[in-house]
């Protein structure tokens, strides 16, 4: 069966320079007119044929806008069957699957990146850069413009900062407060006991008890409570 100028260019005739792209969808759409393809392999038919397209020297199929052209190109004549009377398209085209009425139309799902997780809303605190939880301790860690959050500054304008424990390194650079914000055991003494695991948090007990540092009874921390 021979197409018309027309009727095999379709109403978008314009295929980037892609002929084979072009010649290949008039293939898949001459294959459903005589009854060669099926609703079902429909789709893996178009991916077949832009893969040979590329693999003959047209990589340029993969460009979205020729993909999803081939299948406008087909769309559009399925269209063309569908609208026939079932009389008029038994005489014209007696080949053609007989649930045609029924076939979808077929589209080229864009190549989008994977979505990124939303980042969490950091809290609104005056200079705030960054706001992580440390693998290590599981606790907070903020990253500080000391200019705009109104600290001292003396040891650098960056600061980072242990949300849970309050204790500060400085920075001259952003880079090296961004760095040890990943580590806070390194430079907060609780952070420290938490991942030695030292059973006491006071710091001024200096990692032994309370017992051995001659505080009363009454005021042992609680981890340090059933010790001697």
């Given at each position: 069966?021979?197409?018309s100028r027309?009727?095999?260019?379709?109403?978008n005739p314009?295929?980037?320079?892609?002929?084979?792209?072009?010649?290949v969808?008039?293939?898949?759409?001459?294959?459903?007119w005589t009854?060669?393809?099926?609703?079902?392999?429909?789709?893996?038919?178009?991916?077949?044929?832009?893969a040979?397209?590329?693999?003959?020297?047209?990589?340029?199929?993969?460009?979205?806008?020729?993909?999803?052209a081939?299948?406008?190109?087909?769309?559009?004549?399925?269209?063309?069957?569908?609208?026939?009377?079932?009389?008029?398209?038994?005489?014209?085209?007696?080949?053609?699957?007989?649930?045609?009425?029924?076939?979808?139309?077929?589209?080229?799902?864009?190549?989008?990146?994977?979505?990124?997780k939303?980042?969490?809303?950091?809290?609104?605190?005056?200079?705030?850069?960054?706001?992580?939880?440390?693998?290590s301790?599981?606790?907070h860690?903020?990253?500080?413009?000391?200019?705009?959050?109104?600290?001292?500054?003396?040891?650098?304008?960056w600061q980072?900062?242990?949300?849970?424990?309050g204790?500060?390194?400085?920075?001259?650079?952003?880079?090296?407060?961004?760095?040890?914000?990943?580590?806070p055991?390194?430079?907060?003494?609780?952070?420290?006991?938490?991942?030695?695991?030292?059973?006491?948090?006071?710091?001024?007990?200096?990692?032994?008890?309370?017992?051995?540092?001659?505080?009363?009874?009454?005021?042992?921390?609680?981890?340090?409570?059933?010790r001697?």
């Open positions: 069966m021979e197409m027309d009727m095999a260019m379709g109403s314009d295929w980037q320079g892609n002929v084979a792209a072009l010649r969808a008039q293939l898949i759409v001459s294959e459903i009854g060669q393809q099926t609703r079902a392999g429909l789709a893996d038919r178009i991916k077949e044929g832009m040979w397209v590329a693999q003959i020297g047209f990589p340029q199929v993969y460009d979205l806008a020729v993909a999803q081939m299948c406008e190109f087909v769309n559009e004549k399925i269209g063309e069957l569908q609208a026939m009377s079932k009389e008029d398209r038994a005489k014209r085209f007696p080949q053609a699957p007989k649930d045609i009425d029924a076939w979808p139309m077929i589209s080229v799902a864009s190549r989008r990146k994977p979505r990124r939303p980042a969490k809303s950091m809290p609104d605190y005056a200079g705030l850069r960054q706001y992580r939880k440390a693998r301790t599981g606790i860690v903020g990253v500080y413009d000391g200019v705009e959050a109104g600290l001292d500054t003396d040891g650098g304008r980072t900062i242990c949300e849970e424990h204790h500060i390194c400085s920075h001259d650079t952003l880079a090296l407060a961004r760095a040890h914000a990943a580590c055991e390194g430079w907060c003494e609780v952070c420290q006991r938490i991942v030695s695991g030292w059973p006491c948090l006071n710091v001024s007990h200096n990692e032994v008890d309370c017992a051995t540092a001659g505080l009363p009874r009454d005021q042992w921390c609680p981890p340090c409570q059933g001697r």
